[in-house]
């Protein structure tokens, strides 16, 4: 299963998340098991697009951000698939990044075996918490489109594992 692509979208710095957002699209709003089972049908690199822009696309602010992450890793449990996708693009500074954002929730939202409920106003109500998600989606921010324009070099060099081009008549 690979995306259509125009040709004149080649060179479009939206390329990656071109190749995957029929993908995403046709499973939004659906239960996990149906996004489970689009997941299956995807190749490494396309699995690679597919949770991190499950993800990327819910960090828009810093609320979204700190929660998106929390429930990546506590209810989803697909943070190690983020960063194994990030591991398939040799992206280790956002490995890294990764790293350092789950210690953050972790240290924040584990007591002993049991997750915390995370709440978008846990920024407003802890003070210690606000600066270390704040910097963590400022590097964010800097760092994924550091690594789009990464990816989209790599879809280019493996174009046939990604998409086909449409055809224009």
């Known amino acids: 299963m690979r995306a259509k692509i125009k040709q004149a979208d080649l060179g479009s710095s939206q390329l990656s998340w071109l190749c995957v957002q029929p ?36 960090t828009k602010s810093l609320a979204e951000f700190y ?7 506590m209810e989803m449990k697909s943070w190690s698939g983020i960063r194994n996708g990030m591991r398939f693009f040799n992206q280790n500074d956002m490995i890294a990044l990764l790293d350092n954002i789950e210690r953050v929730i972790v240290d924040k939202n584990r007591i002993g075996d049991q997750w915390r409920e995370v709440k978008p106003t846990d920024l407003e109500q802890d003070p210690n918490l ?26 280019l060099q493996h174009q046939e594992m990604y998409f086909e081009i449409e055809d224009e008549g």
């Open 67 to 73: 929660w998106f992450s929390a429930y990546n890793i």
């Open 23 to 58: 993908m995403l699209i046709s499973v939004r709003g659906k239960n996990v098991a149906a996004k489970t089972e689009m997941y299956r049908q995807l190749n490494e690199g396309q699995q690679a697009l597919f949770l991190f822009y499950s993800y990327h696309n819910h």
């Open 130 to 155: 606000y600066p270390l998600i704040e910097d963590l989606f400022n590097q964010y921010r800097v760092q994924s489109e550091e690594v789009i324009v990464s990816i989209n070099k790599e879809i």
